[in-house]
């Protein structure tokens, strides 16, 4: 199975930072990789498809790159309504696989 | 609007079953492949199940292999999770998703709000 490790696990950020968060796959994965938002209690919501394509009606603020198996999330501007647990996962192969998560907090 | 909305989850006794539902609406059900994702109380995502839109492929996470089956409803546009031989650590909020296509190998766009299986004696 592939392993998804994220990094940091959590981390702290004002209003207005550029955060990015790192995934890394444990064999290659293409571009097979998707980003989700968790907000406590919630649903996950997703974010980005295929590495670096916004799922529609995402803000511009949220970007992905990466191929192979070194990916990263970046929030160009941080804003209240972002502070969120987010995930990665593949989906090249069976078994699909998430990362452990980061949590982003407000500083 | 694209909605999903899960129900049947509950309250069983380890070594019970269930039978999870999934029912989609505002967009052509048959036409994509269907997941579920599960997330166990303080814990991360985890992957459960997927089927194909034309129900041909099924895939199954190992801690659910032999005990679990998806399936899916296309008249009723509608997606189930059996869960037989239910234990302690299958107790988790279970959501289901749709991908963005009909086969394997895709990502998921919109999620349910969930449902609750607490599996304790």
């Known amino acids: 199975d592939i392993q998804m490790t994220q990094s940091p696990s959590s981390l702290s950020a004002s209003v207005g930072d550029r955060v990015t968060i790192t995934c890394r796959a444990s064999q290659g994965i293409s571009n097979y990789l998707a980003w989700f938002q968790q907000k406590p209690g919630k649903a996950p919501k997703s974010l980005i498809y295929?590495?670096?394509s916004l799922q529609s009606g995402v803000p511009s603020k949220f970007s992905g790159s990466g191929s192979g198996t070194d990916f990263t999330l970046t929030i160009s501007s941080l804003q209240p309504e972002d502070f969120a647990t987010y995930y990665c996962?593949?989906?090249?192969?069976?078994?699909?696989?998430f990362g452990q998560g980061t949590k982003v907090e407000i500083k | 609007e694209v909605r999903l909305v899960e129900s049947g989850g509950g309250l069983v006794q380890p070594g019970g079953s269930l039978r999870l539902s999934c029912a989609a609406s505002?967009?052509?059900?048959?036409?994509?492949?269907m997941s579920w994702v599960r997330q166990a109380p303080g814990k991360g995502l985890e992957w459960v199940s997927v089927l194909t839109g034309g129900g041909g492929s099924t895939h199954y996470a190992d801690s659910v292999k032999g005990r679990f089956t998806i399936s899916r409803d296309n008249s009723k546009n509608t997606l189930y999770l059996q869960l037989n031989i239910l234990r302690a650590e299958d107790t988790a909020v279970y959501y289901c998703?749709?991908?963005?296509?009909?086969?394997?190998?895709?990502?998921?766009?919109?999620w349910g709000q969930g449902t609750t299986v607490t599996v304790s004696s």
């Open positions: 505002g967009f052509t059900f048959s036409s994509y492949a």
């Open positions: 996962q593949h989906y090249s192969s069976y078994p699909y696989t």
């Open positions: 295929a590495a670096s």
């Open positions: 998703g749709k991908g963005l296509a009909s086969g394997d190998y895709n990502a998921m766009d919109v």
